[in-house]
């Protein structure tokens, strides 16, 4: 590995995380039981959902959510073409089609909802959001189309944790956050997300019926969990699904209650050093930064800037290596991928061309502005 002077991200780890840590180990349970069902507590007091349900990581998540929906082999699941690729592999894995939409915008890249309404067919059972960056996608439009189309609104919310969502339509409840809007959604820690565990993620809905099924599916599909019956309260058990292991464990848990505690303070960090990255970038002849007139409204999970053309990207990502600073490229697009050949996306032109020109610089709570300065100038310098 390259050393990096400067990371694209890093750990906010400290005491908290080691006594979590030491705290399981001494308690001698290791599997799902208290310290997930305390995650889970307060995990879902921060997003204000009814339900939040540990699972292995997002992934997992994903796949649980689409399960939970009942899906039919064949029906389709509307998903933004620019997106991690756990969305699309689990879709197939829940043996749906996933159908690809363009983003709004190389200023605004999550899923168009002029482009879904396109793309609804009879067959439509699902859309996905993706709130980039920890940008939330445009929730009412999207509310009301899956609403009137009787399809389910799931969002993949892996980047947008500890959100209030700001309805420029007023329409949506106040106070709500991003991931409690749609009917399910996914969260991850993994090791670069703002709550970081290693591996790690959190099912949330506010409807009864998918938290019972998720609930189910991630532990065999059984009636009790080992947790209960040492706890006296189940002797035996049933299976009344098919289900799968995608449980969470009790040291996982626990670091992520360490890190919860901080997501807060940290994502104001992040947004602080989004508007430095902002201010240093200004004066970059034909460069783009998503979402900037919204710092206030995100995560400040990614720090993304959109060059004028690919070769000016490619000529910064150059620089910036050779300067020793991580950079990386969110995402490519999904159905470029050789696995995704079957499902073409001859549609999806500003997803492309945000992938050609998008570059995602280094970005993390204990980054200082002076780091970001660096960052800025060594990018100026590589033009
Ligand atoms: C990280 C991430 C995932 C996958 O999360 P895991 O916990 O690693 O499975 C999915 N979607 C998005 C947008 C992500 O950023």
Known sequence: ?????????????????????????????????????????EFAALQKAHHAIAVANATAGLHLAFLALKLEPGDEIIQPA????????????ARATPVFADIV?????????????????????????????GNVGRMAEL??????????????????????????????????????????????FFANKNVATGEGGMVVTNR????????????????????????????????????????????????????????????????????????????????AMPFADRIADSAGHLMVAVAPTPEVRNKAVAGLRHARIQTSLHYPCIPDFKAFAAWPGETVKLSREFTARAISLPLYPAMTETQVGDVCQALAGAL
Not at 10 to 31: I, K
Not at 82 to 93: G, H
Not at 145 to 170: F, I, T
Request: charge should be neutral; proline fraction near 5%.
């Open 143 to 188: 509310t009301e189309l899956c609403r009137e189309r009787r399809v389910a609104l799931v969002e993949d919310a892996c980047h947008a944790l500890g959100v209030p969502y700001r309805d420029p339509s007023q329409r949506a409840p106040h106070g709500v956050m991003a991931g409690s809007i749609g009917d399910v959604s996914a969260f991850s």
């Open 82 to 93: 620019l997106n991690f690729v756990a969305t699309a592999n689990m879709t197939i894995a």
């Open 1 to 41: 590995m390259p050393d990096w002077r400067l990371p694209l991200s890093d750990l906010d780890f400290g005491p908290e995380e080691m006594a979590a840590v030491q705290r399981v180990v001494q308690s001698r349970w290791l599997s799902l039981g208290p310290e997930v069902r305390a995650f889970e507590e």
């Open 208 to 287: 009864d019926d998918l938290a019972e099924r998720v609930r189910l599916l991630r532990s065999h599909g059984m009636s009790s969990l080992s947790w209960d019956r040492h706890q006296g309260h189940a002797s035996s058990y049933d299976v009344l699904l098919h289900g799968y292991n995608y449980r969470l464990d009790e040291i996982h848990a626990a670091i992520g209650r360490a890190q919860l505690a901080k997501v807060m303070r940290n994502n104001e960090r992040r947004r602080r050093l989004l508007g430095a990255y902002h201010q240093g970038l200004r004066g970059l002849p034909g460069w």
């Open 105 to 133: 915008d190389v200023c605004e890249p999550t899923i168009d909802p002029g482009h879904v309404a396109n793309l609804l067919t009879p067959r439509t059972r699902a859309v996905v959001v993706m709130h980039y960056g």
